[in-house]
Nanobody, 126 residues
Framework: QVQLVESGGGSVQAGGSLRLSCAAS????????VGWFRQAPGKEREGVAG??????YYADSVRGRFTISRDNAKNTVYLQMNSLKPEDTAMYYC?????????????????????WGQGTQVTVSS
């Protein structure tokens, strides 16, 4: 089983920063395709940042403010979020696929990903 655990969420004022982490369990590891998704109440889950074969991808709404990265030694993927806005408020999830990365294209779709973390809440106040 692929086990992913997100952490680093919290409540911040607009303009603040948070760094989310997505750690794989001791029995698995981060894969070639990893995505950060978010979902606000009443809205569809959307991909905000992704990694594919070392390349980075961003939704227009977060480009220039968010940065996705990985540390293979720590088996962890990060999402650095700067200049946060109230509209960034959502539950954030990391996800990966165990096979078929070649066929996954940006924008990442939730249905393309097989394994998910439990989510971490990000709340941005104006």
């Amino acid at each position: 089983q692929v086990q992913l655990v997100e952490s680093g969420g919290g409540s911040v004022q607009a303009g603040g920063s948070l760094r989310l982490s997505c750690a794989a369990s001791q029995y698995t590891y981060v894969r070639d395709c990893v995505g950060w998704f978010r979902q606000a109440p009443g809205k569809e889950r959307e991909g905000v940042a992704g990694l594919k074969y070392g390349g980075t991808y961003y939704a227009d709404s977060v480009r220039g403010r968010f940065t996705i990265s990985r540390d293979n030694a720590k088996n962890t993927v990060y999402l650095q979020m700067n200049s946060l806005k109230p509209e960034d408020t959502a539950m954030y999830y990391c996800a990966t696929v165990t096979r078929g990365c070649y066929s996954v294209s940006w924008p990442f779709r939730p249905a393309d990903f097989n394994y998910w973390g439990q989510g971490t809440q990000v709340t941005v106040s104006s």
